[in-house]
């Protein structure tokens, strides 16, 4: 291995360390706790060394915002792999989004409640975040119903799920009551 490599494979093993002690701080304490020099001191690197990899906590956001979304595609696809009938496919897809925004609140938070600064639905939208949309659009494309475009299909029951894991998690709705609202959401959208 060239020296050149190495440092390419440390440099990247840092990146990782640096986003995963992120993660680990904000599903613990919040986003709030997550601050550069928490990060520096966690680490046992300087400040200098956690912004040649990151230009602040923005970026580090959106380096977990995309680790999520890869984690949440592929929880989504795992859950309706096997599954062949729609209207059992898309209720595995309604329960494992909703398990996984419950069970990773700073994950979920960085995905969709702070500022990553990554882009949304646009032509430079990272790949990660494109595999997410694509692992609920695979599932709900199908019983968007006649005329109805998938993707915005798609855009709505994503929103509704959305909806659900957001108000639950403030507490405006009561948690013992989600599964009849994944039954609701799925026998009033889906056309099957």
Same mark, same amino acid.
């Given at each position: 291995?060239?020296?050149?490599?190495?440092?390419?494979?440390?440099?990247?093993?840092?990146?990782?360390?640096?986003?995963?002690?992120?993660?680990?701080?904000?599903?613990?304490?919040?986003?709030?706790?997550?601050?550069?020099?928490?990060?520096?001191?966690?680490? %046992?690197?300087?400040?200098?060394? &956690?912004?040649?990899? !990151?230009?602040?906590?923005? =970026?580090?956001? *959106?380096? #977990? /915002?995309? +680790?999520?979304?890869?984690?949440?595609?592929?929880?989504?696809?795992?859950?309706?792999?096997?599954?062949?009938?729609?209207?059992?496919?898309?209720?595995?897809?309604?329960?494992?989004?909703?398990?996984?925004?419950?069970?990773?609140?700073?994950?979920?938070?960085?995905?969709?409640?702070?500022?990553?600064?990554?882009?949304?639905?646009? %032509?430079?939208?990272?790949?990660? &975040?494109?595999?997410? !949309?694509?692992?609920?659009? =695979?599932?709900? *494309?199908? #019983? /968007?119903? +006649?005329?109805?475009?998938?993707?915005?299909?798609?855009?709505?029951?994503?929103?509704?799920?959305?909806?659900?894991?957001?108000?639950?998690?403030?507490?405006?709705?009561?948690?013992?009551?989600?599964?009849?609202?994944?039954?609701?959401?799925?026998?009033?959208?889906?056309?099957?």
């Amino acid at each position: 291995m060239s020296v050149q490599e190495r440092k390419q494979r440390e440099r990247a093993e840092r990146e990782r360390l640096i986003v995963a002690t992120a993660r680990e701080l904000a599903e613990q304490q919040g986003w709030d706790a997550v601050t550069t020099r928490r990060l520096a001191e966690r680490i %046992e690197y300087s400040q200098p060394v &956690l912004y040649s990899h !990151f230009r602040g906590k923005r =970026e580090i956001i *959106g380096a #977990v /915002a995309l +680790e999520g979304a890869a984690e949440m595609a592929v929880a989504m696809r795992a859950a309706t792999s096997g599954v062949t009938r729609p209207r059992e496919r898309v209720t595995a897809l309604a329960r494992a989004y909703l398990d996984f925004a419950a069970r990773n609140p700073a994950v979920y938070d960085a995905l969709f409640q702070l500022d990553g600064g990554l882009a949304f639905a646009q %032509e430079d939208t990272p790949e990660p &975040l494109k595999d997410a !949309f694509a692992a609920l659009l =695979e599932s709900l *494309g199908e #019983v /968007a119903g +006649e005329g109805v475009d998938p993707g915005l299909f798609t855009e709505v029951f994503w929103a509704s799920l959305h909806g659900m894991a957001t108000l639950t998690r403030a507490g405006r709705l009561p948690p013992e009551v989600i599964e009849p609202r994944v039954e609701l959401l799925v026998d009033r959208l889906a056309m099957l």
